[in-house]
Every structure is written in C-alpha cells, then in structure tokens.
C-alpha cells in the first residue's frame, strides 16, 4: 500500500468518531425518490471528422471507411466501387447520453464521444450529426458540435460536447394525471419506511402515505396536477431524525482503502493469509475495586487483545474493545497490501466475527 492511501485511510479514522451521533436530521429528498422519475440512457453511432492525422486507420476498422460512404450517398455523392480510402482526419464513435425527466423537445443535454476504433485522439474534431436511441429504439436526440478533450481524454479517443446533443422527443409520463405515486427509499429499510409514513401522516391527515415494503412508500397525490407538485414538493422537504443506521465496512481492492460508517466491533476469532496472522481474542477480568472503606463489589470485565503479527516474526498488539479499526491500523504498520486487506476482512466475514456489512468494490 502506497504512502498515499495510508494517509487517505488515517485521514478517514479521525474521522469516524464523529460519527458516532445517535441520530441526524435528514430530509426525506435525501433518502427516496419518486418511482418513475428518472433519467433514461440514449446512444447513437456517429464520426468525428477534422482530426490531424490521428484517426482511424481504416485499414484495420474497415467499418469507419462504410460509415463515410454511406454518408456521402446520402449526401448525393457516389463513391466509385473497389476505392480504398486511406483518410486519417476520421474516427468511428459511439455517443451516448442521459436524458433527463421531464426533458422536453429543444432542451440542451451533455454528450460522451468514444472512438470505436483505432484513433489515437479525437482533439480537434467535430462530430457529425448523430441520432441517439433509446432502449425502444426510437430517436430521442440528435447530436453534433466541437469535441471537446481534456485531461486522460486527450489519450484515450474520447472527449464530452457540452449541450452538445438536442432533444426531439419527449419520453411519455403519467404523472399528471397519476393520483398514486410511489417514494423508493435508496436503501431497504423496514423501520425507515414506517418512520417516513408516519411523519408524512402528521402533516397530511387522511393517510396521504402507507408503508408496502422496505423500499416503497405508497403516496395518494391530489387529483390536479399543481397541487400534486406542491404536495410532493413539501414531502421531499420533510426533515427526519434517522437512527443509526447498520454498520458498513468498505473496501477499495486497488488502492486497500478502508470505508466505516460507524464503529465496527469483532467477536474472538483467528485468521491466517499468507504471511498475515490475525488473533482476536476475548478474556474476562475479575476486577475488585480498593476502597479506603472497603466494601467495594467485584465486578467482570471483558478485555479484548487484539494481535497481528507477520511470519518474520513482527508483531503488534492492541488491547481494545473489538474495534476492527485497531486491526487495519496494525496491517497497515505491518505493510500489508490491498489484496491482503480485503481478503483478511472477506474472511473475518465469512467466519462470523466482523459485525458489519462488508462491500468490495
């Protein structure tokens, strides 16, 4: 692990204490969506004309030497069969889009030009008009304009054209003349489902929300469409005092940075990876207070040790309360890498002792 990402994952316990607050303001918006309300994804095929030399070699991507002369047909420009053009101010591209809800017919969206093939940049060029497609394939938008290239892009064949693409097609919604709508909460959450049908039934009387699973809040919208926008408008900023919620651990397999919403405690449990030996042990200690006057009450209290150690024979040792923090801070002293990290965790996991939901990404 880099110097980089220990910094980065030291920087990220520091700051897990203050996560430790019982409860948090959160607005409804912020937890759930409204079904239905969503973007879609457009794309289309197209070519970049006007590059300095680092187009495709249409040699090796026969397609983009087709794509041309089908152009210039339609143009009213014939092309004599068997001619071989060897252009290099040309690349083959795939364009894609998302369309936002609610679009309408005119509106200015954000386009990504990929090269389809072997084009070294695609600085400079200009993408031809180019139908996007939605999943019905029917022509939503169509692009054209100056590719522009920055950072890795420049490298890699591909550039972004900023209100590059123009909407001709409206997708199709019910909402104004839906009376049901439906919230989706961003996680499944019994409990918070019916915390956000209750606070919803306080300022709405009549039961304006019902609960139907861990992800779906039932809302009866008024009947007009104004008055529906309103509603959902006064919904969405409804605050919320959400408990704690379950503990997640996150790691980064590239770079072995380590993620925690909250603390994360470990049962006793022991795990060996290669050269790594991790030992999670639980003892009781009897302890007796001395008081000058005597009398005080012998009390048990569990002590966690925590011991890593490497087969050179390297050791650190933490006496804790289960906290799985103590345990990456010891790997991480020890020189271990990402994969050895996520696979220690992955393990700990399986056997039962991490109390926590472990993401890999």
């Known amino acids: 692990m880099n110097t980089k990402s220990i910094l980065l994952f ?13 409860a948090q303001a959160e607005r409804i918006r912020d937890l759930a969506t409204v079904q ?5 994804s457009l794309m289309g095929y197209g070519l ?15 397609f983009t030497g087709q794509s041309l002369n089908n152009m210039l047909s339609q143009l009213g420009i014939t092309v004599p069969a068997g001619t071989n053009m060897q252009l290099k101010n040309i690349a083959a591209v795939m364009v894609t889009a998302e369309l936002p809800p609610f679009a309408r017919s005119g509106d200015k969206i954000d386009i990504v030009v990929s090269s389809l093939g072997n084009a070294k940049s695609l600085r400079g060029g200009t993408l031809l008009m180019t139908p996007l497609k939605g999943a019905d394939n029917q022509i ?3 692009a054209q304009g100056n590719v522009l290239i920055s950072g890795a892009g ?3 064949g591909g550039g972004r054209i900023s209100g590059g693409a123009t909407v001709e097609r ?18 499944s959450d019994f409990s918070l489902a019916q915390q956000i049908s209750d606070e919803i039934n306080r300022r709405y009387s009549g039961g304006a929300a019902i609960p139907e699973d861990a992800r779906t809040v039932r809302l009866f919208a008024p009947p007009d469409g104004p008055s529906r926008v309103r509603f959902l408008a006064n919904i969405q900023d409804i605050p919320l005092r959400v408990g704690i919620q379950d503990a997640k651990v996150i790691v980064n397999s590239r770079t072995g940075a380590v993620v925690m919403n909250r603390h994360v405690s ?4 022991a795990v060996a990876y290669g050269s790594l030996t991790v030992e999670v042990t639980q003892n009781n200690v009897v302890s007796q207070p001395d008081t000058p006057l005597g009398g005080g009450q012998t009390v048990v209290v569990p002590q966690t040790d925590i011991s890593v150690r490497d087969r050179g024979g390297s050791l650190q040792s933490v006496r804790s309360s289960t906290d799985l923090n103590a345990v990456i801070r010891a790997l991480n002293t020890l020189g271990a890498t990402p994969n050895e990290l ?20």
Do not use: H, W
């Open 10 to 22: 030291l920087g990220l316990l520091l700051s897990i204490p203050m996560l430790y607050t019982p």
């Open 36 to 40: 239905g309300v969503r973007s879609n």
């Open 48 to 62: 970049v004309v006007g590059l300095d030399g680092t187009g495709d070699q249409t040699m090796q991507a026969p």
């Open 140 to 142: 939503y938008a169509m």
């Open 154 to 156: 420049a490298q890699a």
């Open 170 to 187: 409206e997708v199709p919604n019910d909402f104004a003349t839906q009376n049901t709508l439906r919230l989706q909460l961003n996680e």
């Open 266 to 269: 470990l049962d006793a449990c």
């Open 342 to 361: 996520m696979s220690i965790l992955q393990s700990m996991k399986n056997a039962g002792c991490l109390r926590a939901k472990l993401e890999v990404e």
